[in-house]
């Protein structure tokens, strides 16, 4: 049985790099460390290394309820700590009486300075505008992450016990909807036709629970998280039940 017919076509790459990963500890006796991951290629990782293994593998990403966290694979006999994950956080001081930064902004800058999403952590925006990093990358942003928007802006180093965690929070709206396709949904929550959608779709940058879907016929479910590229993350709180007009009641929630 082949360990890829458990996962999508389009995650068939990040397979062969999880596997090269456990083939490079297992050669040199040592561990490897991954750049930051989204908790659905947490999941895989976990899947295709297993338990009992001569390799093992934890995640970290600053503090345990960090989102975006980095692997680390190891041998049995290794005790990972805290310092072998790479981890840089800061605190992004700017004028906030004059200006205010949301995370797309802190985002595009971050990958205007020419480093992969990959590089980067949990942003967090709340009283306090927070940055997680790989360390090995810290330095040079430090150097030329300059502005973000309108605002000039400047990084503090903190310690991760510094890392504030900040809910979620998402603007609740109902909404009625012919089906609960994904295209449907999409096209709700975002004021889109579905022939708008639908191409997103198609391209895969369409998410949901931090997995690719590529069908429009995709049906969600309550709790799902959703995201669109270009248009944030979005939830489904509740499913409301059916109309007299056969049609869905949902609640759903967009990031702000």
Known sequence: MSIYQHFRKEEHEFIDHVLEW??????????????FLDPREQEMVSAIIGKGNDVLVSFFGGVDWTERKRAL?????YTPTEEDYGVACYEIEYPQKFVTIEH???????MSLG????????????????LVVAKEIASYIEMNLESIGRAKVSLRPITAADLIHVEEEYMERSATV??????VVLAAIHNLSRQKVQPFISSGHVKVNW?????PSFECQEGDVLSLRGHG?????TIDGKTKKDKWRITVGKQK
């Open 178 to 183: 012919s089906s609960l396709r994904i295209d």
């Open 73 to 77: 694979l190891y041998p049995d006999y």
């Open 233 to 237: 993350r979005s939830k489904i709180l």
């Open 22 to 35: 456990k083939e490079e500890v297992q050669n040199q006796y040592s561990p490897k460390l991954t750049d």
């Open 104 to 110: 797309p902004q802190i985002l595009g800058s971050l």
């Open 115 to 130: 480093l992969r999403r990959s590089k980067f952590g949990d942003i967090t925006v709340g009283e306090n505008v927070q």
């Open 211 to 215: 997995k690719v879907i590529e069908q």
